[in-house]
């Protein structure tokens, strides 16, 4: 492979472009076909140790800066339902939050479960649902950096509204509604901006991308493994998210026993380092601008396929060999169909729709990692709280998290790697599917009880007035079946992260991003589809429904695409680039080849 000076943003430092380019996934047992430095041999593949890479500063950097987003973002949400679905407590202070001591949830709008649901979902949906555009447009016409940037903007607007909306007179005269949902809508769309785009750079930032041999200090060879780096760098990523997410805490215990007010203003603190952590960063990643979307050619990849082969050809070995330049050569069809790619793209545009697939499946985890729709949340409310919110329980998901992501990145997963026990994404996704289907069956257990000794009965989350209202259950039981779903997230999102950029056309990283993050919506909308029937009295089984198809589910996942375990891990190529500094990627149109920038750590 021919290598390419890259020029940093100082104008100082060079760099192996080679380092920073990117190659297809091949099987264990077929060689790499490039040849580099530190290349190891197939028997090195077999039997040396696999070790992660180290990480540059900047990689740490870029978590910070999802650290921040995240928990402005999950400071909100979980906040959502009780503010639509619960009215003004009698006897509160007029801020939203009720007496101390009481068992009376904090509220606001008072609109009901039905119209608490659809907001929590549409709201969810569109979160995850936008990114396919603006993945897209990342890729195509802006690039990811500068995306990011307006979503931050948006993300401010959004966050401003809110505090509006917990405004005490606005609450008393009921005319809080227009901010407040003005609000939630922006802040989803901002949050579109911004999500499909930050592991992508994140990952742009990681350089060695091919299996290399090194040797330690101890004397040990070992194999640098890019999955490995990628799954290390993924799981602080994760970390942050969460850690993030744990700021939900703080908001609820707010709304709990202050009022909406400051509910609000936390994430919107939490929200001000951002603008200026991007504005340091910008000058210091490596960016790619916008190269013009590979999603044209992934079509017509498809149409050449499908009119060679017909449909009954879809998922037979071969399918994708029909669009390949050199097998059209040889049938002699050179004049018929015109390719503007090469044989390499069409083996990256199978591997993606190999990884579309696997994210098919991933709604039904989400489904029971929180629920369909709100019914979590209301179920906390048929529970005995003794003076604590009941939404504060749902941040033992992200406590889970927050607790387990260190003991696999430095205790599990290095110990397998000294065994030399391959723990490949799909087995790693297997576990994660498996465990949220046990917290599913967590949530239909404690829900057949809750109704059981509710004195309301199977309408005990309905606003029951029937003293003691809720019960003899206490709310921290909740946090089982929480905490299990948190971390079956670190064994399902973790490696799709890794799938989603490693298996996707350069120019197509955005978007593939966006159809993994899609799949969360996809959950979001079976919700919102059934908010009618998210509601007493069939709480039971909206929990346990989704619990036998996970369990189901699982199995057919692991044997539709456990051979993908035993593929090497290194990634997608770009043939050509040319560098030119940093500064110079907002002028660069969608021809111009993409653009390294990067200053020494």
Known sequence: ????????????????????????????????????????????LDTLRRVPGSLPII??????????????????????????????????????????????????LGMGQSSANAVTQSFSMLAYALPLLFGWMADAK??????????????????????????????????????YFLSVYILAIGAAMFKPNVSPLLL?????????????????RVIEDPEATTERVMLWFYLMINIGGFMGVATAYSEKYVGWWLAFLIPLILYLPLPLLLWFLRKRLILHPPGGSDLPNVFKVLGICLRRGGIKKIGRHGFWDLAKPSHIAEAGLDGVYKTEWSDQFVEDVRRTFQGTGIFCFFPIQYLNDNGLGSAASFLSTMLKTDGVPNDVISNFNSLSIIATAPVLNYGLYPLLRRMNIHYGPIARITTGLAMSSLGGMGYTLLNYYAYKKSPCGEYGSSDCQIEPRVADISIWFLAIP?????????????????????????NMRGLVSAINLFSTAVAYIIGLA???????PYLTWIFGGPAIAGGALTVIFYFTFRHIDSEETVFSQRETIEATPADDASSQDEKNPPVYSEEKN
């Not at 950096?145 to 505090?163: S, T």
């Open 1 to 44: 492979m021919a290598t390419t000076e890259i020029v940093a943003a100082d104008g100082s430092s060079n760099y192996d472009l080679e380092k920073h380019n990117t190659a297809s996934t091949q099987h264990k047992h077929i060689p790499i076909e490039d040849d580099y430095e530190g290349k190891p041999t197939q028997e090195e």
């Open 59 to 108: 990689a740490y950097m870029i978590c910070i800066v999802e650290f921040c987003e995240r928990a402005s973002y999950y400071g909100v949400q979980p906040l959502i339902s009780n503010y639509v679905n619960r009215p003004m407590p009698t006897g509160g202070n007029g801020w939203g939050a009720p007496p101390r001591g009481d068992q009376q949830t904090a509220g606001a």
């Open 142 to 179: 802006t690039g990811r950096f500068k995306l990011i940037c307006w979503g931050v903007v948006v993300f401010g607007i959004a966050h401003v509204l809110m505090v509006v909306a917990g405004a005490k007179n606005l609450l008393a005269n009921g005319t809080s509604k227009a901010p």
């Open 204 to 220: 742009d930032q990681v350089s060695n991308t091919k299996p290399m041999v090194k040797v330690l200090k101890s004397g040990e």
């Open 482 to 506: 929480f905490a299990v779903g948190g971390i079956s997230e670190l064994f399902v999102n973790v490696p799709a992260y890794g799938i989603a950029y490693s298996r996707a056309p350069v």
């Open 530 to 536: 059934c908010s009618s029937v998210v509601t007493d």
